[in-house]
């Protein structure tokens, strides 16, 4: 038995798999180009929901009436 025989194999790190999509911008022609792991959209996109639940509770302060 040698010494490379001895030795461990080399593990290799695997990347996660990007996932590239494109988004269009709100009053832009020029759409942009977002590259993430599933990991990360999924991050964004539960963000993304409860940042509309969040405000969809929201109303907005009576306004007062200046007596003009």
Not at 56 to 61: E, F, L, N, Q
Request: net charge positive.
């Amino acid at each position: 038995m040698s010494a490379a025989d001895a030795a461990p194999p080399a593990v290799q790190k695997v990347k996660p798999k990007r996932i590239c999509r494109t988004t269009g911008l709100t009053g832009s022609r020029i759409a942009k180009k977002q590259c993430k792991t599933q990991e990360q959209w999924d991050q964004a996109e539960s963000a993304s929901e409860l940042s509309i639940k969040g405000k969809a509770g929201a109303t907005m302060p009576p306004q007062m009436s200046t007596g003009i």
